[in-house]
């Protein structure tokens, strides 16, 4: 097999302690850097970027450990994290060690595990579809759904090692749990399986994978990634919105109301203190989103963006009630973790900053989200969280997505023939 790995006996050279980060807005070494320049990109993506599959964000958790455990005191687990760590060394390749082995800090872990080329995607530069911290795959057709996409071998193995990593991450309420050997024995044999899984043929010699054109899509102003998302065309379109919209019944009641409609909490401890997380859904959100991400309501000509999703059964105003019910307790448990998750020293001290978040795992959905924080309140019985949602939309899956193109020339269509 031809490939830029180096071989299986490779000494690695042990992390530094880790006190010292890398910069992660210059995360990427020489080598990845010029490695885009052995590939011929469409001239729209013009000189290109790279697109991590495992955020940077993540992969400094895990780097976080390495640089702890690696070291620690002999047994099985360290061992376990040391062929993790010999294997991430082997698959990043001699230019990419050599590198890493030389910057500054020297030897880094968050450094090394940034630049896996297995975990990188060439495309174009900033993209409408950007995941933010989500998992961001490379995806191809479904040969099993017309239409439906699916994460390619490569991405279908970095996911599961991503939620292994984030199953242990979750438990002690969510302060995490990495000190047993079958974790690490876990992420060796899924990343050794994605390894397995990529493409070397026509790789060669080069140190990056080879970028994958066809799950891109180009508006003449947006790049989007596909990722699991059905796109329909204006003609599947327009049918879809004309078979939803017949005898469809009037919303507008619903326009101004501040009744809650969906409501759930999600409750933990954290720096000793008892958290409790409210999300609330209101009537006039669900207004706002059956006009936005339903083709029943959807409000033509709108705000055309680079995508729209829609909720593909949402029929009347109570089938949405019961999708934002389903949601509730799911996004209640996200807000928590991404609170958690900022690892502010006191709950109390939370910023009130608005959460927003893209290709989040909600029970049989998966949704993008915007939510505000209300109130957060101490008394003696702990902290307390308020949370309004303000919209929600399917994500990947749970719903088809149309371009901006497409659904102007669909919203054109039915004013002129309603």
């Known amino acids: 097999m031809t490939t830029p790995a180096q071989p299986a006996n490779t000494k690695a050279l042990a992390p530094n302690t880790g006190k010292v980060v890398p910069r992660r807005k210059g995360w990427a070494v020489g080598p990845i850097s010029n490695g885009k320049e052995r590939y011929a990109l469409p001239a729209e993506w013009q000189k290109g970027a790279l697109h991590h599959k495992i955020s ?10 390495i640089a702890l455990l690696h070291n620690s005191e002999p047994g099985k687990l360290k061992d376990a994290v040391q062929a993790f760590w010999r294997l991430c060394w082997q698959l990043a390749g001699r230019a990419v060690t050599d590198a890493v082995r030389d910057a500054e800090p020297k030897v880094s872990a968050h450094r090394l ?12 530069l900033s993209p409408a579809t950007d995941p933010g911290q989500a998992f961001d795959p490379d995806t191809v057709p479904d040969p099993q759904t017309p239409g439906g996409r699916m994460l390619d071998g490569v991405s279908a193995k970095l996911h599961e090692l991503e939620q292994r990593w984030d199953a242990a991450s979750a438990v002690n309420d969510g ?42 899509l180009y508006d003449t102003k947006s790049h989007l990634r596909k990722g699991t998302t059905e796109f329909l065309d204006a003609a599947v379109g327009e049918q879809r919105f004309r078979e939803a919209r017949l005898n469809a019944p009037s919303i507008e009641a619903h326009k101004a109301s501040g009744t809650a409609l969906a409501t759930a909490q999600a409750t933990t401890t954290y720096q000793g203190k008892s958290v409790t997380l409210t999300v609330t859904i ?7 989103v059956a006009e936005r991400h339903t083709f029943t309501f959807f409000a033509f000509p709108g705000r055309p963006r680079p995508i729209t999703t829609l909720w593909p059964r949402v029929r009347t105003f109570a089938d949405l009630t019961t999708t934002a019910g389903e949601l509730a307790p799911h996004l209640a448990a996200i807000c928590l973790a991404h609170l958690v998750g900022l690892e502010s020293a006191d709950p109390a001290r939370w910023p009130w900053e608005d959460i927003e978040l893209v290709q989040q795992p909600a029970g049989k959905h998966c949704v993008y989200f915007h939510a505000g924080v209300e109130s957060i309140e ?33 919203g054109e269509a039915l004013k002129a023939r309603p």
């Open 113 to 124: 595990l940034w630049n896996l080329p297995i975990n990188l995607s060439l495309g174009p």
């Open 282 to 288: 209101t009537e006039e959100v669900l207004h706002h």
């Open 378 to 410: 101490e008394d003696p019985a702990g902290v307390t969280v308020d949370i309004a949602i303000k919209t929600f939309a399917p994500n990947g899956p749970s719903g088809p997505g149309l371009l901006r193109p497409d659904l102007v020339t669909i």
């Open 56 to 65: 940077k964000e993540k992969l400094a958790s895990v780097a976080e450990q």
């Open 175 to 216: 302060q995490g749990d990495f000190s047993t050997p079958a974790l690490w024995e876990d992420l060796t044999t899924l990343l050794r399986a994605a390894h397995e899984a990529a493409d070397q043929t026509t790789r060669e010699d080069r140190l990056l994978y080879p970028p994958m054109p066809e799950q891109w």
